[in-house]
């Protein structure tokens, strides 16, 4: 499965909710598809997403938070899983792409290329809903019910290392911060 693909089969279901995006080729991709507000793209702050997608999670307990992350970036940040299990937000979505390498730096591999299993380091770290995809079709059904449930999901997708062909995004890094800063300003005063 080509992430971009599992990307379209689910974007009718996150494009209305708080996402937030690892740096480099996912960012670009969710990009492509179409930008809205609710969309933060964290750039250079590598193994962090799931981070701050906890605490908008936790702050803003009303709302869907979607986090869409990458093998090497969650294995930066592994104790995100734990935190994440820990302090159980009822309303966040864990997306891993696991492409078994550093695809936006040129493709070196991962632990996960040797064997490691996100999947299972999730679930050994107390998340309650974890599931491991390959198909676009798997991915649509676990992310419907991710979305659906009350709680904790990771799903981990198993992607080919394939990206964009550019990285160009005609937004600034401080422009989608504001833009995303102003979003949740608004939800508030709701
Ligand atoms: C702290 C830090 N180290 C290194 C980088 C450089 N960097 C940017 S993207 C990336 C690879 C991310 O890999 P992964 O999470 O697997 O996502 P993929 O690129 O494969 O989609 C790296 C190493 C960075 N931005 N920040």
Known sequence: ???IDALKAIYPDFEDHLVVTIMGAVAVEVYSLGHRPNF?????SMGLASSVGLGLALCLPDQRVVVFDGDGSVLM??????????????????????????????????????GTDLAGIASASGVENVAAVTEPEEMKDAFSEAMR???LSVIVAK??????????????LLENRFQFERYIKELRSK
């Open 1 to 3: 499965m080509r992430r």
């Open 40 to 44: 933060f793209y964290l750039e250079h």
């Open 77 to 114: 940040n592994l104790g995100t899983l734990s935190t994440m299990a820990r302090y159980h937000p009822q309303n966040l979505v864990h997306v891993i792409f696991d492409n078994e390498s550093l695809l936006s730096v040129g493709g070196f591999p991962t632990a996960t290329s040797a």
């Open 149 to 151: 449930r009350d709680g």
């Open 159 to 172: 992607v080919e290392a394939v990206g964009p062909t550019a990285f160009a995004m005609n937004i600034g």
